[in-house]
Nanobody
Framework: QVQLVESGGALVQPGGSLRLSCAAS????????MGWYRQAPGKQRELVATITTGKSTSYADSVKGRFTISRDNAKNTVYLQMNSLKPEDTAVYYC??????????????WGQGTQVTVSQ
């Protein structure tokens, strides 16, 4: 019913930058909050950043000042600009969206994930 497709993951050197994208498609009336999460090997999935429909943002302390979340409501797409990357940013990054299917019905959806590896 709703598909979230991430792209942009790659291998990058410490100090480098990457931009992740996540596009939503399917049958829905609107998208509320969108966000990025990540999961490193052996660790729990953690919140990275979120953005509301009105473009209010929040960030994990570990990425503040380095990552920027944004969205294009017309394209149903959320982005994550990641600068000054560190090896500890290595993880699978997942897109998440609170999607309004119809009046009173919402669905929390996840993408399939995109790998980000920060290494020399």
């Amino acid at each position: 019913q709703v598909q979230l497709v991430e792209s942009g993951g790659a291998l990058v050197q410490p100090g480098g930058s990457l931009r992740l994208s996540c596009a939503a498609s399917g049958r829905f009336s609107s998208i509320n909050t969108m966000g990025w999460y990540r999961q490193a090997p052996g660790k729990q999935r953690e919140l990275v950043a979120t953005i509301t429909t009105g473009k209010s943002t929040s960030y994990a302390d570990s990425v503040k000042g380095r990552f920027t979340i944004s969205r294009d409501n017309a394209k149903n797409t959320v982005y994550l600009q990641m600068n000054s990357l560190k090896p500890e940013d290595t993880a699978v990054y997942y897109c998440n969206a609170d999607v309004r299917i119809s009046l009173g019905v919402s669905l929390n959806s996840w993408g399939q994930g995109t790998q980000v590896t920060v290494s020399q």
